[in-house]
Nanobody
Framework: QVQVVESGGGLVQAGESLRLSCAAS????????MGWYRQAPGKQRELVATLSAQDATNYDDSVKGRFTISRGHVKNTVQLQMDRLKPEDTAVYYC?????????WGQGTQVTVSS
């Protein structure tokens, strides 16, 4: 059974930084993508950043230059370094793990940025 667990959310002031971590366990096939999505109250879930098995990255325009996705030191982990945070970054952040035919999500971690 694949499990996806996020950590690292919290409350910060605008301009500060946070690092989110995601660990996937129970993996028995190759991961195609790991990444982060977020959902703010009253809005749809949206892509933040993804990292492919070939180390290709993709970012939403709103976070380019401020957020960095990277592979963790432990296998099947990924991190999201979030710098210069803005109030509009406030959302629940979900880790996303994609295989050839299936997708798994974590439970989410809250990020709140005060102005």
């Amino acid at each position: 059974q694949v499990q996806v667990v996020e950590s690292g959310g919290g409350l910060v002031q605008a301009g500060e930084s946070l690092r989110l971590s995601c660990a996937a366990s129970g993996i028995i096939e190759t991961i195609k993508y790991m990444g982060w999505y977020r959902q703010a109250p009253g809005k749809q879930r949206e892509l933040v950043a993804t990292l492919s098995a070939q180390d290709a990255t993709n970012y939403d325009d709103s976070v380019k230059g401020r957020f960095t996705i990277s592979r963790g030191h432990v296998k099947n982990t990924v991190q999201l370094q979030m710098d210069r945070l803005k109030p509009e970054d406030t959302a629940v952040y979900y880790c996303h793990v994609e295989f050839d035919t299936t997708v798994f999500w974590g439970q989410g971690t809250q990020v709140t940025v005060s102005s």
